[in-house]
């Protein structure tokens, strides 16, 4: 069982770079979300979608875009990155309030 | 809004002692539910506990307990019998609906706990 796969695992970003995350989950969760971590500040929720074809904004929203492509894919877009968004990003998917998370995507941007 | 609060900044155990591990939560919502996660070294994020707003009873599983005292608010995890490999962090989290239903967690910002042999 795969769980919730998120791609690449590490990646190293210029600033003004773009680059997009993947996660996808094989469980037939209705619901997605993306957070990230940064030392001290816990998982902050940067954007989910409670079911196909939604999204909403989260916490930290500023700076990424989110595409819901189908039931089972939820990319996370940074558009320009910047040094401020240097962080570990989780995905995570959730059904009847049981929810699973990627291993992570570490990010630098230098 | 929502908040969870871990202020402990790190624990230290002995190995097969107790610890617990606090968490407070402020929520205008009667249906909700609490979540601990463990964060080790290699990073993923490892569901240990979870307890609903609605249970009468402490939710526990194998050597982790959940002390929930609905009326102060709080939500501490108990690991009994700690051992080396549970040193790690450990995230308090709050869902905001009981059933679940495309509800968002919002974690606190978690407390590291070491063991000492």
């Known amino acids: 069982n795969a769980g919730v796969t998120q791609t690449p695992k590490f990646q190293v970003l210029k600033t003004g770079q773009s680059m997009t995350l993947q996660c996808a989950q094989d469980m037939n969760h209705n619901s997605m979300y993306w957070y990230r971590q940064d030392p001290g500040m816990g998982l902050r929720l940067i954007y989910y979608s409670a079911s196909e074809g939604t999204t909403d904004k989260g916490e930290v929203p500023n700076g990424y875009n989110v595409s819901r492509l189908n039931k089972r894919e939820f990319s996370l877009r940074l558009e320009s990155a910047a040094p401020s968004q240097t962080s570990v990003y989780f995905c995570?998917?959730?059904?009847?309030?049981?929810?699973?998370f990627g291993s992570g995507t570490r990010l630098t941007v230098v | 809004a929502q908040k969870i609060t871990q202020t402990q900044p790190g624990m230290f155990v002995q190995e097969k002692e107790a610890v617990t591990l606090d968490c407070t939560y402020d929520?205008?919502?009667?249906?909700?539910?609490l979540f601990w996660y463990k964060q080790p070294s290699s990073g993923e994020m490892i569901f240990l506990i979870y307890q609903g707003s609605y249970d009468e009873q402490n939710a526990t599983e194998g050597r982790y307990s959940l002390n929930f005292q609905k009326a102060r608010k709080s939500a501490n995890l108990v690991i009994s019998a700690s051992q080396l490999g549970d040193s790690a962090m450990y995230f308090c989290?709050?869902?905001?609906?009981?059933?679940?239903?495309?509800?968002?967690?919002?974690f606190g910002k978690g407390i590291t706990l070491s063991v000492r042999p």
């Open positions: 989290a709050m869902r905001e609906s009981y059933t679940g239903a495309n509800s968002k967690l919002t």
């Open positions: 995570a998917s959730s059904r009847q309030g049981g929810y699973t």
């Open positions: 929520t205008s919502d009667q249906s909700y539910g």
